[in-house]
């Protein structure tokens, strides 16, 4: 069975950091490129961060730029969102989600574009 699951959410204080992994269950990540999405109440859900299965490539939400690193470890079948510099509008359910496809910069962050989704992560930034 095709699983990816989330960890790591939780409740931080704004200027705080985490990191989210996401493992997968049921298939290897090798072949997957992984998208990062978050949805806060109300909102829709958006592109976060997104890692090619081939080169390394990666994107970011313009307001993560420089905040959040994504980043894989295909030995471990996991991929990691590290979250530094936490503000009260990153308080969203965050989401892995796998593709099979290469995304350009235009195509990353449509969540048609993937295949395969987690449950999701909490993650709380307030004082």
């Known amino acids: 069975q095709v699983q990816l699951v989330e960890s790591g959410g939780g409740l931080v204080q704004p200027g705080g950091s985490l990191r989210l992994s996401c493992a997968a269950s049921?298939?290897?990540?090798?072949?997957?490129?992984i998208g990062w999405f978050r949805q806060a109440p109300g909102k829709e859900r958006e592109g976060v961060s997104y890692?090619?299965?081939?080169?390394?490539?990666?994107y970011y939400k313009d307001s993560v730029k420089g905040r959040f690193t994504i980043s894989r470890d295909n030995a471990k079948n996991m991929v990691y969102l590290n979250m530094n510099s936490l503000k009260p509008e990153d308080t969203a359910v965050y989401y892995c989600?796998?593709?099979?496809?290469?995304?350009?910069?235009?195509?990353?962050?449509?969540?048609?574009?993937?295949?395969?989704w987690g449950p999701g992560t909490q993650v709380t930034v307030s004082s």
């Open positions: 890692i090619s299965s081939s080169d390394g490539t990666t």
């Open positions: 989600a796998a593709t099979r496809s290469s995304l350009s910069w235009v195509t990353w962050h449509m969540t048609l574009r993937y295949r395969s």
């Open positions: 049921g298939f290897t990540l090798d072949y997957n490129a």
